[in-house]
T-cell receptor
Framework: DTGVSQDPRHKITKRGQNVTFRCDPISEHNRLYWYRQTLGQGPEFLTYFQNEAQLEKSRLLSDRFSAERPKGSFSTLEIQRTEQGDSAMYLC??????????FGSGTRLTVV | AQRVTQPEKLLSVFKGAPVELKCNYSYSGSPELFWYVQYSRQRLQLLLRHISRESIKGFTADLNKGETSFHLKKPFAQEEDSAMYYCGAGGYQKVTFGTGTKLQVIP
């Protein structure tokens, strides 16, 4: 197991386009998280899955954002009609317990 | 609202000097507390967690429930400790992170 994988590493898109990111967690981890990080800030929680169920979603997450985790394995995060304010590093993390997250390397989104 | 505060954006210390990175939290209930570290060009990784009462790379963190603080300490800083440090508080459903402190160890 090589840890948490995220794809792509970088994404440049035009404003108004849709983008989708993928996260492959550590296989035995049943919990999966998405965070967003902008310059000078800490990771900001977006959403949480336990197996395939999405159990919590940040109120900051607009309707343009949607996440799925079919079959409780990999997860996708889609942003529709991207805006410049969506430019950020999108981090995925997985966990098996309360002992902490294992983070991926992130996907850096730039909206131009 | 849940909040984690790291008051220092940058902390510069000389090699061999003691280090203390401050973290205060505001959280309902009894959250689990964490410190994460991000070295240059690397992913964010767990440094230590309160539940384990451990010392990692010479770092320790003491939970003070009265002051709602979880400061990270190391008696003698090393150059390889230079990194971004994030404090986090939370539970299974999410961890709230602070804005981070950049530790710069001067040779």
């Amino acid at each position: 197991d090589t840890g948490v994988s995220q794809d792509p590493r970088h994404k440049i898109t035009k404003r108004g386009q849709n983008v989708t990111f993928r996260c492959d967690p550590i296989s035995e981890h049943n919990r999966l998280y998405w965070y967003r990080q902008t310059l000078g800030q800490g990771p900001e929680f977006l959403t949480y899955f336990q197996n395939e169920a999405q159990l919590e979603k940040s109120r900051l997450l607009s309707d343009r954002f949607s996440a799925e985790r079919p079959k409780g394995s990999f997860s996708t995060l889609e942003i529709q009609r991207t805006e410049q304010g969506d430019s950020a590093m999108y981090l995925c993390a997985s966990s098996a317990n309360l002992y902490g997250y294992t983070f991926g390397s992130g996907t850096r989104l730039t909206v131009v | 609202a849940q909040r984690v505060t790291q008051p220092e954006k940058l902390l510069s210390v000389f090699k061999g000097a003691p280090v203390e990175l401050k973290c205060n939290y505001s959280y309902s209930g009894s959250p689990e507390l964490f410190w994460y570290v991000q070295y240059s060009r690397q992913r964010l990784q767990l440094l230590l967690r309160h539940i384990s009462r451990e010392s990692i790379k010479g770092f320790t963190a003491d939970l003070n429930k009265g002051e709602t603080s979880f400061h990270l300490k190391k008696p003698f800083a090393q150059e390889e400790d230079s990194a971004m440090y994030y404090c986090g508080a939370g539970g299974y459903q999410k961890v709230t992170f602070g804005t981070g402190t950049k530790l710069q160890v001067i040779p």
